[in-house]
Nanobody, 114 residues
Framework: QVQLVESGGGLVQVGGSLRLSCAASGSIFGINSMGWYRQAPGKQRELVAAIKVGGSTNYADSVKGRFAISRDNAKNTVYLQMDSLKPEDTAVYYC????????WGQGTQVTVSS
């Protein structure tokens, strides 16, 4: 059974940085897109960043220039480097791997304090 295991969340001050990681445990095939989503209290889950197998990326306007997504296809791992964090970045962050099937991580809390 495939599971996505996230790590790297935590508490950080405004302007700080965090790096999230998400690794797939178990055999996983046919993944063509990996991404990060977030959900703040009382809000809908939103796309933060995504990267396709060829390397093309897209970002939410709110994080452009501050966040960077990358992936290691051989390790089925996706990363999210988050810099210049703001209080509005506070949310539970979820990774997703999509292809033949759709997989989601359990979420990791990111809290940015002012």
């Amino acid at each position: 059974q495939v599971q996505l295991v996230e790590s790297g969340g935590g508490l950080v001050q405004v302007g700080g940085s965090l790096r999230l990681s998400c690794a797939a445990s178990g055999s996983i095939f046919g993944i063509n897109s990996m991404g990060w989503y977030r959900q703040a209290p009382g809000k809908q889950r939103e796309l933060v960043a995504a990267i396709k197998v060829g390397g093309s990326t897209n970002y939410a306007d709110s994080v452009k220039g501050r966040f960077a997504i990358s992936r290691d296809n051989a390790k089925n791992t996706v990363y999210l480097q988050m810099d210049s964090l703001k209080p509005e970045d506070t949310a539970v962050y979820y990774c997703r791997m999509a292809g033949f099937r759709d997989y989601w991580g359990q979420g990791t809390q990111v809290t940015v304090s002012s």
